[in-house]
């Protein structure tokens, strides 16, 4: 007779218990017919017990899978059930605990794992089989938002880190019909991008890997997009406790809205908190912001980085100095350090100059930052 580890049970009734409505698509115990062909943990070992499980990714029922497959690598080799022989693998990824210091590496099988987290346990039976808690059984609150008023673009920054409600967040800009959403501190919520842009008729735009930075630009498909890109600005650059960075990443996304031709410029902290020892570097991403305002002079510019600078500096790397470099001018959505550098199109295609666009202020979505909408 065949049964599941009594550890993999344990797991299981503690999902289902934190997100009782979630989807159940992709989840698998024993293996079948192709399982069965093939080693595999999914497979009954000698004593008749699997020792691999499948849990479905459903952020929207309350499942991330990328969130719950960082909690077994935190557990590996901690856990009585995660110790040698136990391994997770989820979107092109596995970690295991017999390889623990290799860390992450990127998994190659047939099946990248992206509508599933896999779950493998001991191969011992003590292991195997014990019953101890995870840690999962408490349900995390995902809070929900009201969905945005009527916009043309925003820009968040999301606070770096794993969280629920993210995905929330993101359908509630939805609703405004923007048709660019400018992000930073995207790290630790990508699993949850992808999935969003793909269910929602969104291209991403990164920067140099998913790694190299902490901005994206999601444009609505079919809605007049021309063209997009990155440019790494490469000087150092000295970043929270004294690290430093070669480079500054900034992206932009060109695309027609109805008589306004847009160029949207996303760029994470480059007024941070005033260090010195950034000067140069600040001065050659302005230069870069002037280039691109020189070569594109029947455009609309806009430029939203993450804001840790007051915008009344008048230094010429500041806020209201890069303004004043591409003939701009800052337009404030409320209270703090949130607003947008706007560079009005010179000449635009009927021979008249744009209206200002209109920016206010949004829900926060758990940020330091406002979200911004801009009405063009």
């Given at each position: 007779?065949t049964?599941?580890?009594?550890?993999?049970?344990?797991?299981?009734?503690?999902?289902?218990?934190?997100?009782?409505?979630?989807?159940?698509?992709?989840?698998?115990?024993?293996?079948?017919?192709?399982h069965a062909?093939?080693?595999?943990?999914?497979?009954p070992?000698?004593?008749?017990?699997?020792?691999?499980?499948d849990?479905?990714?459903?952020?929207a029922?309350?499942?991330?899978?990328?969130?719950?497959?960082?909690?077994?690598?935190s557990?590996?080799?901690?856990?009585?059930?995660?110790g040698s022989?136990?391994?997770?693998?989820?979107?092109?990824?596995?970690?295991?605990?017999?390889?623990?210091?290799?860390?992450?590496?990127?998994?190659?099988?047939v099946?990248?794992?992206k509508?599933h987290?896999?779950?493998?346990?001991?191969?011992?039976?003590?292991?195997?089989?014990?019953?101890?808690p995870?840690?999962?059984?408490?349900?995390?609150k995902?809070?929900?938002?009201?969905?945005?008023?009527?916009?043309?673009?925003?820009?968040?920054?999301?606070?770096?880190?794993a969280?629920?409600?993210?995905?929330?967040?993101?359908e509630a800009?939805?609703?405004?019909?923007?048709?660019?959403?400018?992000?930073?501190?995207?790290?630790g919520?990508?699993?949850?991008?992808?999935?969003?842009?793909?269910?929602r008729?969104?291209?991403?735009?990164?920067?140099?890997?998913?790694?190299?930075?902490?901005?994206a630009?999601?444009?609505r498909?079919?809605?007049?997009?021309?063209?997009?890109?990155?440019l790494?600005?490469?000087?150092?650059?000295?970043?929270?406790q004294?690290?430093?960075?070669?480079?500054?990443?900034?992206?932009?996304?060109?695309?027609?809205?109805?008589?306004?031709?847009?160029?949207?410029?996303?760029?994470?902290?480059?007024?941070?908190?005033?260090?010195d020892?950034?000067?140069?570097?600040?001065?050659?991403?302005?230069?870069?912001?002037?280039?691109?305002?020189?070569?594109?002079?029947?455009?609309?510019?806009?430029?939203?980085?993450?804001?840790?600078?007051?915008?009344?500096?008048?230094?010429?790397?500041?806020?209201?100095?890069?303004?004043?470099?591409?003939g701009?001018?800052?337009?404030?959505?409320g209270?703090g350090?949130?607003?947008i550098?706007?560079?009005p199109?010179i000449?635009?295609?009927?021979?008249?100059?744009?209206?200002?666009?209109r920016?206010?202020?949004?829900?926060?979505?758990d940020s330091?930052h406002?979200a911004?909408?801009?009405n063009?």
């Amino acid at each position: 007779m065949t049964r599941q580890a009594r550890s993999l049970d344990v797991a299981l009734a503690e999902i289902n218990a934190a997100a009782p409505r979630r989807s159940k698509a992709s989840d698998g115990g024993i293996g079948d017919p192709d399982h069965a062909s093939r080693d595999s943990d999914h497979n009954p070992n000698a004593a008749g017990v699997w020792r691999a499980r499948d849990f479905t990714h459903d952020p929207a029922g309350g499942f991330d899978a990328g969130e719950f497959a960082a909690f077994v690598a935190s557990k590996l080799g901690k856990h009585p059930a995660l110790g040698s022989g136990a391994y997770v693998i989820f979107n092109r990824r596995i970690i295991s605990t017999d390889r623990l210091r290799e860390g992450w590496r990127y998994y190659g099988g047939v099946n990248a794992h992206k509508q599933h987290v896999h779950v493998s346990v001991a191969t011992r039976a003590a292991g195997y089989d014990s019953t101890a808690p995870w840690g999962w059984e408490v349900p995390v609150k995902v809070p929900t938002y009201k969905p945005l008023a009527a916009a043309d673009a925003v820009f968040w920054n999301m606070n770096n880190g794993a969280r629920p409600g993210v995905r929330n967040a993101l359908e509630a800009i939805n609703k405004s019909g923007a048709r660019v959403i400018a992000l930073n501190e995207c790290s630790g919520h990508w699993s949850v991008l992808r999935d969003f842009a793909k269910d929602r008729g969104f291209s991403v735009i990164t920067g140099k890997g998913e790694l190299g930075t902490a901005s994206a630009i999601l444009a609505r498909h079919r809605s007049g997009h021309v063209s997009s890109g990155v440019l790494t600005v490469r000087v150092p650059w000295k970043g929270p406790q004294g690290k430093t960075i070669d480079g500054r990443t900034l992206l932009y996304e060109k695309a027609v809205f109805e008589d306004r031709r847009i160029m949207t410029v996303d760029m994470h902290q480059v007024w941070g908190p005033n260090r010195d020892s950034n000067d140069e570097a600040k001065r050659a991403v302005v230069e870069n912001l002037r280039r691109w305002a020189d070569k594109n002079p029947t455009w609309d510019l806009y430029i939203g980085p993450d804001h840790n600078e007051s915008r009344t500096s008048k230094a010429p790397f500041s806020p209201l100095g890069t303004a004043n470099a591409i003939g701009g001018r800052i337009l404030a959505g409320g209270d703090g350090p949130d607003y947008i550098i706007y560079r009005p199109a010179i000449v635009t295609p009927d021979g008249a100059r744009p209206a200002v666009p209109r920016v206010v202020a949004g829900p926060d979505f758990d940020s330091d930052h406002h979200a911004l909408r801009v009405n063009y």
